[in-house]
């Protein structure tokens, strides 16, 4: 159980066009989903908490006008790169809660976005 | 607030030997913590997690980590390593409006 996906994978985009990121709980309500943004060799850094039917809660220092995150349901939440730029390259990891167990969270396998 | 720190970014140890990745934390209330492992472009898989009740915890793939309190620690260890084990692991305390903060993640590498 407990199980994230992320659509897709991987991407390559050109610069200034726009990109959209899925992440479903696929067995699961996810009350909140969150954001987070890995470098190589680095930690994961969050984005954004998004609660469903809520406007999402960036963190300090992430454009909100250029990563927009939507929390439509209770099992999907998108993140859409707006005019992507070679500096967006990054892999994107999505997570998500199920409200049962305090704070746990389980990961989406993550998608890679390459910027060209 | 909280925070994690994780000694050694870096740990290589042999096949068949003990895994030891450290991790101390800073939390101004009883911690929930958690250890996770990434593989290669994958995303993050818990390991085992401690909240509340026995101070040692079991994981999964042969884990355990042990909440030491006065040591403000919560170490992962493996009595012996195996060449699937070769990852990076991630320590993590629970922060506030229920996030998680990291730590800067340990390779471990895995000696033939």
């Known amino acids: 159980g407990a199980v994230v996906s992320q659509h897709p994978s991987w991407v390559i985009c050109k610069s200034g066009t726009s990109v959209k990121i899925e992440c479903r709980s696929l067995?699961?309500?996810?009350?909140?989903m969150f954001w987070y943004r890995q470098f190589p060799k680095q930690s994961l850094m969050l984005m954004a908490t998004?609660?469903?039917?809520?406007?999402?809660?960036?963190e300090q220092g992430v454009e909100k006008d250029k990563f927009l995150i939507n929390h439509a349901s209770l099992t999907l939440s998108t993140l859409t790169v707006t005019s992507a730029h070679p500096e967006d390259s990054s892999f994107y990891i999505c997570s998500a809660r199920d409200g049962r167990t305090p704070y746990e969270q389980y990961f989406g396998p993550g998608t890679r976005l390459t910027v060209t | 607030a909280q925070s994690v720190t994780q000694l050694g970014s870096h740990v290589s140890v042999s096949e068949g030997a003990l895994v030891l990745l450290r991790c101390n934390y800073s939390?101004?209330?009883?911690?929930?913590l958690f250890w996770y492992v990434q593989y290669p472009n994958q995303g993050l898989q818990l390991l085992l997690k401690y909240t509340t009740g026995a101070t040692l915890v079991k994981g999964i793939n042969g884990f355990e980590a042990e909440f030491k309190k006065s040591e403000t620690s919560f170490p992962l260890t493996k009595p012996s390593a195996h060449m699937s084990d070769a990852a990076e692991y991630f320590c993590a305390v629970a922060g506030g409006a229920q996030k998680l903060v990291f730590g800067q993640g340990t390779r471990l590498t895995i000696n033939p």
């Open positions: 998004s609660n469903e039917g809520s406007k999402a809660t960036y």
């Open positions: 939390s101004s209330v009883p911690p929930y």
């Open positions: 067995d699961f309500q996810a009350t909140t």
